[in-house]
């Protein structure tokens, strides 16, 4: 397995309100997206605190916990739920915090096993057989639209309200998440990214990128250089990881 993390401020944000954390040893992998919402105060330091917390969990990952019925399901919510709260703390200590959040998609990745975590409108995608699935549900008033009818997907990218989110980290200790498990079969990829991606390339030219190369460094460098040819308006950050699910746990 290959695994690899690249994140790039894009050419307009005067920061980068981004994180990420990629981390694999040989068929376990942690990976990690995060989103600072750039409407508000530190949305950088949000998204840096739950990645570093990503960071205390990969250093103590048991794997016996891992297999246990339940236990992927339950520390990747366990994770997202005390980094939900070490941000509300961390917010309420500072004005200069005060309303600050993050998106959050966190894979787990146990030999052919995929638990994902996931608030916010940061995505998780499959990549095999030529083809690319969506596995997380945006949680956005843009998405919810759509999904009622109020707005056609072709209006979408263009929509004044597709960036207002309805779920985030930092916002409520009453925190809704999705929790999405998937097998994953061997040679497939797996790219997590944020909306600075997704908002500029679209997903057949993702999939058509890793045809060319499936080494995640050189597709995430790919993917971050053509979102940035089209203006590169938002922070782009990607996770990929590659060689994948020929292992059982």
């Known amino acids: 397995m290959q695994v690899t993390g690249l994140t790039n401020r894009g050419l307009e944000r005067p920061r980068n309100e981004d994180s990420c954390f990629a981390r694999d040893d040989t068929d376990l992998a942690l990976l990690v997206v995060a989103d600072g919402m750039g409407g508000h105060q530190a949305g950088n330091v949000a998204s840096s605190?739950?990645?570093?917390?990503?960071?205390n969990l990969w250093e103590k990952l048991d794997r016996n916990v891992i297999l246990s019925t339940g236990g992927a399901r339950q520390l990747i919510s366990r994770?997202?739920?005390e980094a939900n709260e070490l941000i509300i703390t961390e917010a309420s200590s500072?004005?200069?915090k005060k309303g600050m959040g993050t998106t959050i998609t966190a894979g787990l990745l146990c030999g052919n096993c995929l638990t994902i975590g996931?608030?916010?409108?940061?995505?998780?995608?499959l990549i095999k057989d030529?083809?690319?699935?969506?596995?997380?549900?945006?949680?956005?008033?843009?998405e919810e639209l759509i999904e009622s009818g109020q707005v056609?997907?072709?209006?979408?990218?263009?929509h004044p309200q597709r960036h207002v989110l309805t779920r985030a980290l930092g916002i409520s200790r009453d925190l809704e998440i999705d929790v999405i498990e998937q097998d994953i079969s061997e040679n497939s990829i797996l790219l997590f990214c944020t909306d600075g991606l997704t908002s500029?390339?679209?997903?057949?030219?993702i999939l058509a990128l890793s045809r060319?190369?499936?080494e995640p460094q050189k597709l995430a460098e790919s993917l971050i250089e053509l979102a940035n040819e089209r203006g590169g308006y938002d922070n782009i950050t990607v996770v990929i990881a590659a060689g994948i699910g020929g292992h059982q746990c």
């Open 94 to 96: 500072s004005l200069d």
């Open 212 to 214: 060319e190369t499936s």
């Open 118 to 125: 996931h608030v916010g409108d940061s995505r998780a995608y």
């Open 49 to 55: 605190l739950a990645v570093s917390m990503a960071e």
């Open 200 to 205: 500029l390339v679209h997903d057949e030219e």
């Open 152 to 158: 056609d997907p072709e209006e979408a990218k263009s």
């Open 130 to 142: 030529n083809r690319i699935e969506l596995l997380t549900r945006d949680h956005s008033l843009l």
């Open 79 to 81: 994770y997202i739920v």
